[in-house]
């Protein structure tokens, strides 16, 4: 994916946080720990996991379990190459239950307005154009459209049968575009190109807009600044109240039973990006007072911003591994250079995650009425949604 920004965004490096500790960390595995985990070592390649242990014969080779693949991954976060999982889907073998991906989520008010129309229309444009034509599907209310370019999909979402409905703002308006792959076996498999958008009308009752698009991780080695420049764009383009970025398991759906099968992923790997819009939005249904959780890139708006505390609170509080990409209307938090997932299981919760999560405590949604994440049957999914949200904390 290249760059598909409009517009050069100043990176303001925060001050460091006045009295910060640069505190050791928890310790770090032993020998044996690390040997066991080894052993057990996915080897990524070939879009698929395979275990790659000394003692596995080829007979074996493709069944990973949860608990190999927690392994694997926390290997690959201590050394700092989550990029491996770019490729990567689990199960190896069948029905595809999820990949991996950077994901980022926008949440807006006036998706009936046609300016916002225009921006998401513009937004999901240069998507297409940044994923060099791997984008080859738009639905519509249900329809789907091949489509070749990104004026087509313009001219699928506001001429013909559809153009009353994109100006009307009586008339609510959602679409996709994604990668439909000529050898996909299975319509329910995942895909990492792929944005979708809900556009409601003034009086729909499901909660305000909402935009969600996937990144390939690589992206976070061949051009970071874009990555960043893309997100912030959209915010200030969509007049977020609240956006969020990270790196997350991409599902066909969240109401499948895959986010369920992921659960252990949750719980041990905090970084982890949880986007489920549709299910916030019903939640919060037409607030725009408050934010879900923070990531590796958190939006406010200035309205949040002042709340948490204002702008100069903001660069003494974040820290000095947080940067703030001050926008028109409000500011983007980056939690570090790149994105992290931390473990649970070793004690470690990013810092930088931390301080933001801080800061924006104050605007934190904490009024759960239903569970936000899946979870297996035998797990109170209310509990688990409350610790969620909290898992930045300090204890």
Same mark, same amino acid.
């Given at each position: 994916?290249?760059?598909?920004?409009?517009?050069?965004?100043?990176?303001?490096?925060? @001050?460091?946080?006045?009295? #910060?500790?640069?505190?050791?960390?928890?310790? %770090?595995?032993?020998?044996?720990? %690390?040997? *066991?985990?080894? #052993?057990?070592?996915?080897?990524?390649?070939?879009?698929?996991?395979?275990?790659?242990?000394?003692?596995?014969?080829?007979?074996?080779?493709?069944?990973?379990?949860?608990?190999?693949?927690?392994?694997?991954?926390?290997?690959?976060?201590? @050394?700092?190459?989550?990029?491996?999982?770019?490729?990567?889907?689990?199960?190896?073998?069948?029905?595809?239950?999820?990949?991996?991906?950077?994901?980022?989520?926008?949440?807006?008010?006036?998706?009936?307005?046609?300016?916002?129309?225009?921006?998401?229309?513009?937004? /999901?444009?240069?998507?297409?154009?940044?994923?060099?034509?791997?984008? +080859?599907?738009? $639905?519509?209310?249900?329809?789907?459209?091949?489509?070749? $370019?990104?004026?087509?999909? @313009?001219?699928?979402?506001?001429?013909?049968?559809? /153009?009353?409905?994109?100006?009307?703002?009586?008339?609510?308006?959602?679409?996709?575009?994604?990668?439909?792959?000529?050898?996909?076996?299975?319509?329910?498999?995942?895909?990492?190109?792929?944005?979708?958008?809900?556009?409601? *009308?003034?009086? =729909?009752?499901?909660?305000?807009?909402?935009?969600?698009?996937?990144?390939?991780?690589?992206?976070?080695?061949? +051009?970071?600044?874009?990555?960043?420049?893309?997100?912030?764009?959209?915010?200030?383009?969509? +007049?977020?109240?609240?956006?969020?970025?990270?790196?997350?398991?991409?599902?066909? *759906?969240?109401?499948?039973? /895959?986010?369920?099968?992921?659960?252990?992923? =949750?719980?041990?790997?905090?970084?982890?990006? =949880?986007?489920?819009?549709?299910?916030?939005?019903?939640?919060?249904?037409?607030?725009?007072?408050?934010? %879900?959780?923070?990531?590796?890139?958190?939006?406010?708006?200035?309205?949040?911003?002042? %709340? #948490?505390?204002?702008?100069?609170?903001?660069?003494?509080?974040?820290?000095?591994?947080?940067?703030?990409?001050? =926008?028109?209307?409000?500011?983007?938090?980056?939690?570090?250079?790149?994105?992290?997932?931390?473990?649970? +299981?070793?004690?470690?919760?990013? &810092?930088?995650?931390?301080?933001?999560?801080?800061?924006? @405590?104050?605007?934190?949604?904490?009024?759960?009425?239903?569970?936000?994440?899946?979870?297996?049957?035998?797990?109170?999914?209310?509990?688990?949604?409350?610790?969620? *949200?909290?898992?930045? &904390?300090?204890?």
């Amino acid at each position: 994916m290249g760059p598909w920004r409009k517009h050069t965004v100043t990176i303001q490096r925060s @001050r460091v946080w006045a009295g #910060a500790s640069t505190a050791v960390g928890p310790a %770090r595995p032993t020998d044996q720990e %690390r040997a *066991s985990e080894t #052993a057990n070592m996915a080897v990524f390649a070939g879009g698929r996991v395979y275990r790659a242990g000394p003692f596995l014969s080829d007979k074996d080779r493709g069944m990973l379990t949860i608990a190999e693949l927690m392994a694997s991954i926390a290997i690959l976060e201590e @050394r700092g190459e989550l990029n491996q999982l770019d490729e990567s889907a689990y199960p190896p073998e069948g029905a595809i239950n999820w990949l991996y991906g950077l994901t980022a989520g926008f949440y807006f008010n006036n998706a009936h307005k046609l300016e916002i129309r225009e921006a998401a229309l513009e937004l /999901a444009e240069r998507y297409y154009d940044a994923v060099e034509g791997r984008i +080859n599907l738009l $639905s519509r209310d249900g329809r789907g459209k091949q489509i070749m $370019s990104a004026e087509d999909i @313009r001219r699928f979402l506001t001429e013909g049968l559809y /153009a009353e409905k994109y100006l009307q703002n009586m008339e609510t308006m959602s679409f996709y575009i994604r990668h439909m792959p000529q050898d996909l076996l299975r319509t329910t498999d995942p895909v990492h190109e792929y944005l979708t958008c809900l556009l409601p *009308s003034e009086k =729909y009752h499901g909660g305000g807009g909402n935009l969600m698009y996937q990144t390939r991780l690589a992206e976070l080695d061949r +051009n970071p600044a874009g990555v960043i420049g893309a997100f912030v764009d959209a915010c200030q383009a969509l +007049n977020v109240f609240y956006a969020v970025s990270g790196i997350a398991l991409l599902f066909y *759906s969240y109401t499948s039973g /895959a986010p369920a099968r992921a659960y252990p992923l =949750y719980r041990r790997f905090p970084g982890f990006l =949880y986007e489920d819009g549709v299910n916030f939005g019903l939640e919060i249904t037409r607030r725009t007072d408050v934010i %879900r959780d923070v990531n590796w890139l958190t939006a406010v708006n200035d309205e949040l911003l002042e %709340r #948490a505390g204002g702008i100069e609170k903001a660069h003494v509080i974040a820290g000095g591994e947080v940067l703030l990409h001050p =926008y028109k209307g409000g500011v983007v938090f980056q939690a570090g250079e790149r994105p992290h997932l931390g473990d649970i +299981n070793k004690g470690k919760i990013p &810092e930088a995650y931390r301080a933001v999560d801080e800061f924006l @405590r104050e605007v934190s949604y904490e009024e759960w009425e239903y569970p936000y994440l899946g979870v297996p049957d035998d797990v109170d999914a209310m509990a688990f949604t409350e610790e969620w *949200s909290r898992r930045f &904390e300090r204890e």
